[in-house]
Every structure is written in structure tokens, then in C-alpha cells.
């Protein structure tokens, strides 16, 4: 009932007329899926780019090895793996994020960002992406990385217990600058693991990418040793 009632009044104080804020009191939803269906269509509006950074920063936050600091979730989110491509846009700060997910997500008093309430989770669980998804998302962009920075490997690992407690550490070559924040590369390199073991329930369509990727980040010295991981 809190959210509900925090949600109306971010609706209303939203509106820059006196009329609007009437017609709202006129047609206050009873649940919160309207509200927030209202706030994402918001989203939608301000530009391709904003929703984009905000999907993203939901879906990280969603499935997260560890609570995220702001370096880490604003590097995270630049980063597009789409269409397998690798692509960092320009940098985005603090307030930039926050308003463009309109209360969907807030930085508590430590400095984490989190949902603003359970029910965020929920609403994009039921309407647009998983957990799971949002766990093959942030894998593909853990193992992507690293093959942006270093190149594939040519078989670095001999055993499933070198690859579980391994960081993403490949070679001596000097590292592609991709420019973002050491937190969130130290984020890739302790934490990986967790997202590419979060598919073992995954269907095999729904991980081609990220068996692409584990190909070419792992070798492949043992071309049975993907099909364990996964």
C-alpha cells in the first residue's frame, strides 16, 4: 500500500497543471502494475538510449553477485552486446540514471543501488524479462568483455577447478582501453561465474550466445568441458 500511495504522488507531482492532477485524482488504478506500467512508458518516451540504459541497469541489478556501487553499475550499463557487437557508449552520472528510471530504482544510504520496492522486480519478472534472461545478459557482457580487452584464448585452462576460482586474467598482451571504472572490471573478474552457472536450467536455444562466447574466452582444449559448465 506504501508503494502505491509513493507512486501516486510521483504521478501527480509529475503533472505541471492543476487539470492534469484532477484528472488523475479522477482515475487513481487500484493495483500497482498500472502505475508502473505508466512510469516504463515514461521511460520509453524520453529516448531510445534512456530506456535502454534503464533495462539494463534493471536487469543487472535484478541477478547482481553483490550489491552494485555506482561505479559499477554505470560502467555496466554502457556496455551493448547486442547483435554481437561490443559497443561502450558515452559516460552517464548518478542523477542522469535515477531520472531516467523514475523511482524504479534508488541509491540507499551506502551507496548501492537497489529496486525501490520488491514489487519492481516482480513487475518486470511478470512482464519482460526473467531472471534467468537477465542472468544471460549480464554472463554474455562478463565474458564479452574480457575478449574485448585481451582477445579469445587459445586454451588457457586445463580443468573445470582452474576455470570456477580463475579470474578473467588471459595473457601478458597490454589490455584495449575500454574505459570504464576498475570496480566494475573487478566486478567481471570475481563474479563472472556466477551469472554463466545460473543458466544449468536454461533451455540450449536460449544460450547459444553464451556458449559462443565461453568458446572463445575458455578455448577449447576439451570440447566437452562447455557442456559441463552448462
Known sequence: MFQWTHLQLEQLTSCRTQNPNNKR????PSGLKKPYDEIYARIKEQDDLAQEFVDRAVGWVMCAAKPLTSNEILSAIRIDIREGEF???GEINENDLLFFCQHLLVIDQQGIWRMSHLSVMEYFEQNYWTLQKAHLHVGNT???MPIEMFGPNDGLYESDDEIES???TVDETPPRALGVHVDFQKY?????????????ESETSQISSMTALLVKFLGTPHPQ?????L
Open 25 to 28: 485524482l479522477d482515475s487513481l
Open 166 to 168: 580463475s579470474e578473467l
Open 142 to 144: 562478463c565474458l564479452q
Open 87 to 89: 559497443q561502450v557508449s
Open 225 to 229: 568441458k562447455g557442456q559441463r559448465l
Open 188 to 200: 567481471v573478474q570475481l563474479h563472472w561465474f556466477v551469472h554463466v552457472r545460473a543458466q544449468n
